[in-house]
């Protein structure tokens, strides 16, 4: 069975990496890095809506493209490829999570808005701790409430609230581009069941503040709730949490092997013209043999990531197995990948001026999103020796 891409996909990654080859090429990478507090590049976020890559897996009515988890995997693996900065794939990340309401009328009055570029989100569902099950969410929601701020104000006339029904405290933890969000779409725990909710970042509730990432491409902050009014998204079961963090896993995963990859071709190319004792230093045999295996683990890990999104599309019963297969190896090429770019490259690639340091951030960077080898294997062997029902992406108790 061919589990390539399609034609389509092949041009749809295609357009997104010329985009990125054109306007935000790795020199102007490294200038934004070097100046994090400007935010999301402005042209950036503006060709994500007019290119709909935020609404790609949003309904054709929301203003989307009405199609899966595979196509959006494809365009934040090219991304990932470009170093984009983090900011428009945490919007995506945002508008697929928001995909997942039932409600027509909650789709309008966030989503449609979102994929127009009028709004940003930001989402912010890891635990304090850095877990990523239900069991680690420290932010509890309580009945009551409207939702107030900019954004509400903006999407209601000017009036200033909309609907809502419950209110938010606790710890959110660390999120990223809190400080760009006009939204977060924030998970917490109402008598026991976790879900989404939406909340306005312009409340005096919420307390966003910045914190330095390790990677230099994207801003993150500590958000805390107090009593912040918030509404919550429609969900036809109680398993959704976690499909959305299994979603958002596959995404950090393409995200990663587009980094990989790139990472891999401008080690290459500096093997080739870079000369030692009258050679290539790319023609050394043990420079060779680990190239040759990082290829086949990142080629390997690639077509794994296309597989797994393309089984959460048609829901396949390893899809959630294939998860934490995915994320785990792509973690261990992560730190493999970056480790050989910062070394093959010899002293420039341990400089600033050079870009290894931020594909070596980066990689770190996705490699610990939603979990790294140390969280998913044991999920991994769990299924593999248990009674043949593969187990939900999460440890009993919230154990990492």
């Known amino acids: 069975m061919d589990f390539g891409l399609s034609e389509e996909q092949v041009a749809m990654g295609g357009a997104v990496r010329r985009w990125l080859d054109r306007h935000l090429d790795l020199a102007r990478v490294a200038q934004y890095a070097d100046t994090p507090s400007a935010g999301i590049d402005a042209g950036l976020r503006r060709a994500a809506a007019d290119l709909n890559w935020l609404g790609v897996t949003a309904a054709p009515s929301e203003g989307g493209l009405g199609l899966g988890l595979l196509d959006l995997a494809v365009v934040a693996e090219a991304l990932g490829a470009g170093l984009a900065p983090a900011g428009v794939g945490t919007a995506m990340a945002a508008c697929d999570v928001l995909a997942t309401s039932t409600d027509p009328e909650q789709r309008r009055r966030w989503l449609a808005p979102m994929v127009a570029g009028e709004l940003v989100g930001a989402t912010a569902l890891r635990a304090p701790g850095g877990s990523w099950d239900r069991d680690g969410i420290a932010v509890t929601a309580t009945v009551g409430g409207e939702l107030t701020g900019s954004a509400a104000g903006a999407l209601t006339g000017g009036v200033g609230t909309a609907t809502a029904g419950r209110v938010l405290s606790g710890d959110a ?177 341990f400089t600033w001026e050079h870009s290894a340091h931020l594909f070596f951030k980066r990689l770190h960077r996705d490699a610990y999103d939603f979990g790294d080898d140390g969280w998913h294997d044991p999920i991994v062997a769990t299924a593999a020796i248990g009674p043949g029902t593969h187990p939900p992406l999460s440890l009993p108790g919230g154990a990492p």
């Open 173 to 349: 933890g660390i999120v990223g581009h809190a400080q760009d969000a006009d939204i977060l779409l924030v998970a917490a725990t109402s008598a026991g069941t976790p879900a989404v909710f939406v909340v306005a970042t312009g409340h005096p509730g919420v307390s966003i503040r910045p914190v330095e990432p390790v990677d230099p491409t994207m801003r993150a902050a500590r958000v805390t709730l107090t009593e912040v009014p918030a509404e919550p998204l429609s969900w036809a079961d109680d398993d959704v949490f976690e499909r959305i963090v299994q979603r958002l896993t596959v995404l950090v995963s393409a995200d990663l092997v587009g980094a990989a990859g790139t990472a891999m071709r401008i080690t290459l190319d500096h093997l080739r013209g870079r000369r030692q004792f009258g050679r290539a230093i790319g023609g050394f045999q043990a420079i060779q043999h680990e190239l040759a295996e990082l290829y086949v683990a990142w080629t390997t890990i690639t077509d794994a990531v296309w597989y797994t999104a393309h089984a959460h599309d048609t829901g396949r019963d390893d899809a959630v197995l294939m998860t934490s297969v995915v994320k785990s190896r792509a973690a261990d090429l992560a730190r493999r990948m970056s480790a050989a770019t910062v070394q093959f490259h010899g002293a420039i690639g």
